[in-house]
């Protein structure tokens, strides 16, 4: 169950354990969306639909959570609508929406902001009563950039940096380097933001709003309503980092970006509360990863520990490969707490079939 929010930022050793469904024991599902609900070219993840109709029915509340600044919450709901995971566009919270908030706290209602990315910006600052424009000659009060799809002009990119040159406040949706697409990993927002950043002289950098920055967490929450909130992502570095630094609970699921040796590897504001191998994670109870008082720990059918410099696995034939994983959690994050590096984990993972 839940923790209060000074034991979720701190409890990083192993992963946790519920006795009910996470589905029941959270009011609201954070989600992001690339990598958990769907694949980078828009279809589906296995399972995603099934697992998030049953929450739904069950009483959860579904909340989609994306750092991509350039679709409109409409758009979004709309292609989760199609996928068969019915969504209307309150239930979809963008970073478009955080940093026009942000902006919004910070000038008058009808500013001019110089906007470089795509209508979701647009969208998002007229929500808030300010006026997008294009043109850093237009006496914009701010600059806010967010990823503009792989069409982007370079011209925008120079509006940005006469702004922030001339001194013009300077905000960004969000700073992920990446983006995932149909065709494989391209350039991201955070990429963008580092153009203008070295064209006005590297000593600026923009008010950021994204995961995992705490605008995106205090603007869903303020979004949704949510009072036990359950983060769901498949990024160390966005959902669940975000999800640590909003002093909640998170899970984090395998069907994206993150592997098992890196989910071993992460530093504490990188480690989920929970893992699970896709969506379904959702409906069931988590096991307990329990010390055993001999160095090691135990979770369902396996024990894992260290031995000198690498990770050592044993484990009941059938197990469940996720208590598997589990359990490793335990024994790495422990033994990186007590200062060591450089972990082993290939033969362990191999036992596993990872």
């Not at 598997?324 to 200062?339: I, K, Q, S």
Request: charged share 20%; aromatic share 4%.
């Amino acid at each position: 169950m839940a923790r209060d929010g000074q034991e979720r930022r701190t409890e990083r050793s192993r992963p946790g354990g519920s006795a009910v469904a996470l589905s029941a024991a959270y009011d609201t599902a954070l989600l992001d969306l690339d990598g958990v609900v769907y694949f980078a070219g828009g279809a589906a993840i296995p399972y995603a639909v099934e697992a998030l109709g049953a929450a739904r029915d069950g009483g959860m509340r579904l909340a989609y959570v994306t750092n991509n600044a350039l679709r409109t919450p409409d758009a979004v709901a709309a292609h989760l609508t199609e996928l068969g995971v019915p969504a209307a566009p309150g239930d979809v919270v963008t970073s478009a929406q955080a940093v026009a908030r942000l902006i919004a706290e910070d000038v008058p209602e009808g500013s001019r902001v110089l906007v470089v990315g795509g209508e979701g910006l647009r969208v998002a600052l007229r929500e808030r009563g300010l006026v997008p424009v294009e043109s850093a000659d237009d006496e914009p009060v701010a600059v806010v950039q967010g990823y503009g799809g792989p069409e982007m002009a370079w011209g925008r990119f120079a509006e940005a940096a006469y702004a922030v040159g001339r001194g013009v406040p300077w905000y960004a949706s969000n700073t992920d380097l990446t983006i995932p697409g149909a065709r494989g990993i391209g350039p991201g927002n955070g990429a963008a933001v580092e153009v203008v950043r070295i064209a006005t002289g590297g000593r600026v950098v923009p008010r950021v709003a994204g995961k995992p920055q705490p605008p995106m967490h205090r603007e869903t929450v303020l979004r949704t309503g949510a009072e036990r909130p359950l983060v769901v992502g498949d990024r160390l570095d966005t959902d669940i980092e975000g999800a640590f630094n909003g002093g909640v609970d998170s899970l984090l699921v395998l069907t994206g970006v993150t592997d098992v040796a890196t989910l071993l590897a992460a530093v504490p504001e990188h480690r989920p509360t929970y893992v699970a191998a896709d969506l379904r994670g959702l409906l069931v109870g988590q096991p307990e990863v329990e010390p055993d008082g001999d160095g090691g720990f135990r979770c369902g059918g396996w024990r894992a520990s260290v031995s000198g410099e690498a990770l050592v696995l044993e484990g009941t034939a059938g197990s469940d490969v996720l208590d598997g994983v589990r359990a490793l959690c335990g024994a790495a994050w422990t033994w990186a707490g007590a200062g060591a590096c450089g972990l082993g984990a290939g033969k362990a993972l191999a036992r596993l079939g990872l």
